[in-house]
C-alpha cells in the first residue's frame, strides 16, 4: 500500500494542534480575565455596600431640609444681629447723665426740690425751688467747690433768682455743661 493515500497529512496535524493550543491559551486567558473582573466588581459592590457614603447622602439630605425649615429663622437672628451692633453703635455714642444727675441730687440740701430739668447735647440747665435762701446758697456753694465738684459737669452758669411771693418760696434758673 501506499502511503500517499491519507488524507490528512502530518504536517497539517501539527499545524491543527498549534492551533488548538492558541485557542485553549486564548480561552483560559479570557476565563481569568472574566474572572478577575467578577471578583474585582464584587470587591467594589461590598466596599460600596459597607462605606458609609449613603449615610452621608442621607445626613446630607435631612441637613439641607433642616437648613430650608430654619431659613427663616437665620434670616430673623441675622437682622437682631444686625440691629443689635447698630443699637450699640449709637448706645456707644451716647452721654449719659445718671451720674451727672446723682452726684447733683447728693449734693441738694433737704429743703430744695427740683421742678425741672433740660438737657440739650452737653447742656444741662434746671430749676430748684425752696422756702429758704440759705439753702439755695449751700447748694451753689458745694456744687461751685472745686474739691467736691468732680469732673462729671463745669462752667456753671446762674441764669435766674426769682421769688413767688405768694407761695413764699424761692426759684433758682442753674445750667452747666456737662462733660
Given at each position: 500500500?501506499?502511503?500517499?493515500?491519507?488524507?490528512?497529512?502530518?504536517?497539517?496535524?501539527?499545524?491543527?494542534?498549534?492551533?488548538?493550543?492558541?485557542?485553549?491559551?486564548?480561552?483560559?486567558?479570557?476565563?481569568?480575565?472574566?474572572?478577575?473582573?467578577?471578583?474585582f466588581?464584587?470587591i467594589?459592590?461590598?466596599?460600596?455596600?459597607?462605606?458609609p457614603?449613603?449615610?452621608?447622602?442621607?445626613?446630607?439630605?435631612?441637613?439641607?431640609?433642616?437648613?430650608?425649615?430654619?431659613?427663616?429663622?437665620?434670616?430673623?437672628?441675622?437682622?437682631?444681629?444686625?440691629?443689635?451692633?447698630s443699637?450699640?453703635?449709637?448706645?456707644?455714642?451716647?452721654?449719659?447723665?445718671?451720674?451727672?444727675?446723682?452726684?447733683?441730687?447728693?449734693?441738694?440740701?433737704?429743703?430744695?426740690?427740683?421742678?425741672?430739668?433740660?438737657?440739650?447735647?452737653n447742656?444741662?440747665?434746671?430749676?430748684?425751688?425752696?422756702?429758704?435762701?440759705?439753702?439755695?446758697?449751700?447748694f451753689?456753694?458745694?456744687i461751685?467747690?472745686?474739691?467736691?465738684?468732680?469732673?462729671e459737669?463745669?462752667?456753671?452758669?446762674?441764669?435766674?433768682?426769682?421769688?413767688?411771693?405768694?407761695?413764699?418760696?424761692?426759684?433758682?434758673d442753674?445750667s452747666?455743661?456737662?462733660?
Amino acid at each position: 500500500m501506499n502511503n500517499n493515500i491519507n488524507l490528512l497529512d502530518f504536517k497539517s496535524k501539527i499545524n491543527t494542534t498549534r492551533s488548538d493550543t492558541k485557542q485553549r491559551n486564548l480561552r483560559i486567558i479570557a476565563i481569568s480575565l472574566l474572572f478577575i473582573v467578577s471578583v474585582f466588581s464584587a470587591i467594589i459592590l461590598i466596599l460600596v455596600a459597607l462605606s458609609p457614603l449613603p449615610q452621608l447622602k442621607k445626613q446630607q439630605k435631612i441637613a439641607s431640609f433642616n437648613l430650608s425649615l430654619a431659613q427663616a429663622d437665620i434670616i430673623k437672628l441675622a437682622l437682631v444681629k444686625d440691629r443689635v451692633s447698630s443699637i450699640k453703635l449709637i448706645l456707644d455714642k451716647r452721654r449719659y447723665y445718671d451720674r451727672t444727675l446723682e452726684t447733683l441730687q447728693s449734693k441738694l440740701p433737704s429743703g430744695v426740690v427740683i421742678e425741672n430739668i433740660s438737657i440739650k447735647q452737653n447742656n444741662m440747665s434746671f430749676t430748684l425751688s425752696s422756702n429758704s435762701l440759705l439753702l439755695l446758697d449751700n447748694f451753689l456753694n458745694t456744687i461751685t467747690n472745686p474739691d467736691e465738684s468732680g469732673k462729671e459737669y463745669s462752667n456753671i452758669v446762674l441764669n435766674k433768682l426769682g421769688n413767688k411771693e405768694s407761695e413764699n418760696n424761692f426759684s433758682l434758673d442753674i445750667s452747666m455743661k456737662t462733660l
